[in-house]
């Protein structure tokens, strides 16, 4: 039997991105707000300390800070026809764990989504034609545009302190940044980072090719910055141990380094951790939150009334919640109907791989979010008439640091293990570098969310199906795109080119990327779609889910800035509309 | 304020059975004793952490065994319900408490005794105003025979001379407010200024860095070596607002003081305090030339630094401002005495946190990985680089300083 606590003004599920963002500006409003995070506190001081935050086997072979998977696994298929199966380890992606969320181990890339990418459908159906639409894709609107993100995102760079170049100011063109990029209303808060020698490389191949590459912009910060809200982060040092890794230095932004000091200082906020919550609680009438109620470590459960609730887990928990809690009808694909689980998506990695005979590249030095990149093949910045497919990637070199056990770079044909594997290890550790291209996934009417009929958390909830395969729709971009890779790798005169794009039925055991999107959508219909563009559900107006859940479909970019500036414009509507009006800010 | 609230404040202390006469209850004054209560950090030795506010019951450790800070709540049995205005005025001024018990230099009567009579006035006007908690709290906690009250009174022939502070007529207001803050309730001296075998204040060095529990509170005279004299009245008045200059940032038991007290003061108090400090003369004698980059110990420890060190505090020693702190020019480098810098690299340490300074940053401890001679070593590199002149650190120093804080 749950206890019930006092009642608050908001409570927030997650303290990651999201949570933290939105709980400190509703605490900044005089709201009284209480966060449940179902994992620890976390703190650079204690949790990453420079002495033993470097260790590769504790956290990127053991994936401590991941979320067990006996805590909160997910199942998985292909398709429908399949059963699904419980993920027992992690692999494909990397759900995170406690305060500061998957926004701990992230690589730190910044970029903001194209214009184009909030009214895809309709832009591209102008363009090309509803007929050059592959019929397979559900791709939709997300009722939003650059007009209304672009001061979210501005508050998101502010916030962390991105370093870059801005590529267009004000509708400007600037030497130096990415000439596709949206037009941005100020430069990067700090000057982009220092570039090794791989990214040295590629950039120069690239200009010879008339390409125009740009610093990746990066929540690894350039140089020292005190944040809006007065916490202080300091230079990257490069130190190799970055993505999968807390970071030691106070350099790589996440909710813990740039919110969490000063939100944690505030009367009217509190933090309870280690505590998983159950549902989100509704009145008879399902119009209404009226709060939720979670589960804490001593297995005590605890109901917590607040007049307002905001769900701001990682993409699987939010999607989770809802379709536990009743919040939404869930999706069916084979009737088409219902939005919960809806239009989930995923991002296609592709890469391309370079042997030198005559490089050094000194592999260790790098940081996740270190690297140049061009974009001439993402979105539609290329002209997609008879290609047959709609999407591309952003193509970029960012060495993460070649870590000792993970990093063994040998070109194909090199046994797996013993003295050959050996000594290839050691000729190809130091002169072998790779050119990504994280490239779009777009949703189908196949790929969606659903509770898993056979299997259960420890606590008896049903746990998340994700039933998802590439729509031959990507696979085509893949191929496409990782081509155009290939011919710059082969400007830069390795001894060996191989190419690795997307190919197959997706597989969950390799990683590829953390950057699950979808299930719980962003639109202007609420039968395609689950929350407005304020990212209130439309059926329970006291009810906001935020996050990358809310992408109907993802582009060939990194999710976090979005999923932060998202944050930032529910936080925004939340202060400025629902306050003044509570009810539902978009006529259903 | 309004009548209304007067007369609600009225009923309030009428309720908690406390009765003053006259104007010792109105608003202004009490909450001006709050403010004192504030400058003089009461709350360090008065306040448990965890605890009722001013409930007592915080362990102060000192060369000759332990003290406790007292109740100082309106409790009648346990704290100072039923004390009068003079019995108070008595123990701030001579150190004698209700019953006419010597009390022990830990309460710093000996910077107390300049505080004015109005000034206690006020305190003790708020500390009437606090909820009575009733905590018995032994405070004397010393062995035989230190915990003989009666040998403090031969202690103050020695240490101690009443009175309250007198302002210098040469200089301004400003000035004044300073030296009353500081030599008064802020009682900076207990820390910072050197001690004699009895513990009482060496004389004619008042503020020129002590060591205590183990850290250096150091020289923060006006000595533009081992002080703060190349600091800024700004960067002063910062670092005791903020927890954190350009140069440093508070960690240790000052982060405690700023935390508590400094962060909370007036920004008229805050500027007389970096006005009279860096009025004081330092140490007259001239600092140690710097070693040799060529000396084996200087080697050594570069290497070590380099390795170790560099990433946060950079290779010139220059930190990051408001994260890690500059090495290069710090007056906490340059004291003669090196206890703070061996124990921070022993044993680690966390920065305070203000409001406009909220980030908390940490140096992690390297006892588990450094040896005695390696951190000696590199103390002396740091302590002889950049323009830093400071006597090398030897290793039965940082041998020592590691058995004592062994748990």
């Keep these: 039997m749950a206890m019930k606590l006092p009642r608050k003004d908001v409570v927030v599920i997650g303290l990651g991105w999201a949570g933290a963002i939105i709980a400190n500006e509703l605490t900044d409003e005089g709201l009284d707000v209480v966060a449940v995070e179902r994992g620890p506190w976390r703190d650079t001081a204690r949790d990453f300390n420079i002495a033993t935050a470097a260790d590769e086997l504790r956290y990127n072979q053991r ?381 189908t009417r196949g790929n969606h969310l659903s509770l898993d009929p056979t299997y259960t958390d420890r606590l008896g909830r049903p746990l998340l199906r994700v039933t998802f395969d590439f729509p031959e729709n990507d696979l085509k971009m893949a191929q496409y795109c990782t081509s155009r890779v290939g011919e710059i790798a082969r400007a830069m005169g390795p001894r060996q080119v191989v190419e690795r794009p997307m190919k197959g039925h997706w597989n969950t055991v390799p990683y590829q990327s953390s950057h699950v999107v979808g299930g719980f959508v962003m639109g202007t219909n609420p039968t395609t779609s689950s929350v407005n563009k304020y990212l209130q559900t439309w059926d329970v107006p006291n009810l906001f889910v935020v996050g990358a859940s809310a992408f109907p479909q993802n582009p060939g970019y990194n999710p976090t800035g979005t999923a932060a500036a998202l944050a930032f414009k529910a936080a925004d509507a939340i202060r400025n509309l629902y306050l003044k009006a509570p009810g539902a800010l978009v006529p259903a | ?111 107390y005794t300049k505080v004015t009579a109005a000034d206690n006035a006020a305190l003790f006007a708020y500390l009437k105003t606090l909820d009575p908690v009733h905590n018995e709290v032994e405070t004397n906690q010393l062995p035989f025979p230190f915990n003989i009250r009666l040998s403090l009174f031969g202690w103050n022939l020695l240490n101690f001379t009443k009175g309250e502070y007198v302002p210098d007529p040469k200089r301004d207001a400003e000035w004044n407010r300073g030296a009353y803050i500081v030599e008064g309730l802020a009682h900076c001296g207990t820390c910072h200024t050197p001690k004699n075998a009895l513990g009482g204040d060496k004389a004619g060095e008042a503020l020129r860095g002590n060591v205590v529990d183990g850290w250096l509170a150091p020289d923060i005279t006006g000595n533009g070596h081992a002080g703060i004299g190349k600091w800024t009245a700004d960067e002063l008045v910062a670092y005791m607002k903020d927890g954190a200059n350009r140069y440093d940032i508070a960690s240790g038991p000052m982060a405690e003081v700023v935390e508590k007290s400094s962060s909370q003061w007036t920004d008229a108090d805050l500027k007389a305090v970096a006005t009279y400090l860096k009025s004081l003369d330092g140490a007259p004698a001239a600092p140690p030339a710097p070693l040799a980059a060529t000396d084996p110990r200087m080697v050594a420890g570069r290497a070590i630094y380099e390795d170790r060190c560099s990433g946060c505090h950079v290779g010139t020693g220059e930190g990051i401002t408001g994260l890690f702190p500059k090495l290069a020019a710090a007056p906490l480098v340059n004291n003669a005495d090196a206890s703070s810098l061996i124990r921070v690299v022993l044993a680690g340490s966390r920065a305070g946190t203000t409001d406009a300074r909220p980030t908390g940053p940490s140096m992690p401890a390297f006892a588990w990985n450094l040896k005695d001679e390696d951190v000696a070593n590199l103390l002396t590199y740091v302590r002889s680089s950049w323009g830093n002149a400071a006597p090398p650190v030897k290793v039965e120093a940082v041998h020592e300083l590691r058995g004592e804080l062994q748990p």
Aim: with cysteine; charged share 15%.
């Design chain 1, 63 to 443: 994936q401590e800070l991941m979320v067990r998977p006996a805590q909160s696994a997910i199942t998985v298929r292909n398709n429908i026809s399949q059963t699904a199966l419980p993920m027992r380890n992690w692999g494909s992606f990397h759900p995170g764990n406690g305060t500061g969320g998957a926004g701990n181990h992230w690589a730190g890339i910044t970029f903001r989504f194209g214009p184009d990418d909030f009214r895809l459908k309709s832009y591209l159906t102008e363009k090309y034609g509803a007929a050059a639409m592959p019929e397979e894709l559900t791709l939709q609107d997300w009722g939003t545009d650059w007009a209304e993100m672009e001061p979210y995102y501005a508050s998101f760079d502010r916030l962390a302190g991105i370093s870059g170049k801005a590529g267009n100011l004000n509708g400007v063109i600037q030497e130096g940044g990415n000439p596709f990029e949206g037009p941005r209303s100020e430069e990067y808060p700090t000057k982009p980072m220092k570039q090794p020698y791989g990214p040295t490389l590629f950039a120069e191949a690239a200009r010879k090719l008339g390409y125009k590459p740009f610093p990746v912009p990066s929540a690894l910060l350039s140089e020292a910055y005190t944040n809006p809200l007065g916490v202080t982060m300091g230079p990257c040092t490069f130190c190799g141990f970055c993505t999968n890794y807390g970071c030691a230095n106070y350099s790589k932004a996440s909710a813990i380094t740039t919110v969490l000091p000063a939100l944690v200082r505030k009367s009217n906020f509190t933090a309870v951790t280690n505590s998983e919550v159950l549902r989100v609680t509704l009145d008879r009438s399902g119009t209404r939150a009226t709060g939720v109620v979670y589960v804490d470590s001593s297995g005590q459960e605890w109901e917590q009334p607040a007049d307002l609730v905001v769900v701001s887990a990682f993409t699987f928990e939010n999607v989770r919640l809802m379709l536990l809690s009743g919040v939404g009808k869930p999706y069916d694909p084979v009737s088409n109907t219902g939005t919960t689980g809806r239009n989930y998506c995923y991002q296609t990695a592709n890469g391309v791989q370079l042997f030198f005979d005559d490089k050094n590249f000194n592999s260790f030095i790098g940081g996740g979010a270190v690297g140049m990149g061009i974009d001439e093949f993402n979105n539609d910045n290329f002209d997609h008439s008879g290609l047959g497919f709609f999407g591309g990637g952003s193509i970029r070199v960012t060495p993460i640091g070649a870590a000792p056990i993970a990093s063994r770079p040998t070109p194909p044909g090199t046994p797996r293990w013993g003295s050959k594997w050996k000594s290839e290890t050691q000729k190809a550790y130091l002169s072998t570098m790779s050119i990504g291209c994280e490239a779009s996934s777009y949703a």
């Design chain 2, 1 to 111: 304020m309004s009548r209304t609230a007067l007369l609600a404040l009225a009923v309030v202390t009428g309720l908690t059975g406390t009765a003053f006469a006259g104007d010792q209850t109105d608003f202004v004054t009490v909450e001006r004793g709050r403010y004192l209560a504030v400058l003089g950090d009461c709350a360090a030795c008065h306040t448990a952490p965890g605890g009722k506010p001013f409930a007592g019951g915080v362990p102060i450790e000192t060369p000759f065994g332990r003290l406790v800070g007292a109740n100082i709540t309106p409790d009648r049995e346990t704290g100072i319900g039923d004390w009068s205005l003079d019995e108070f005025q008595r123990a701030m001024s001579e150190g004698v408490a209700k019953g006419g018990y010597h009390l022990y230099g830990a309460m710093p009567y000996t910077a």
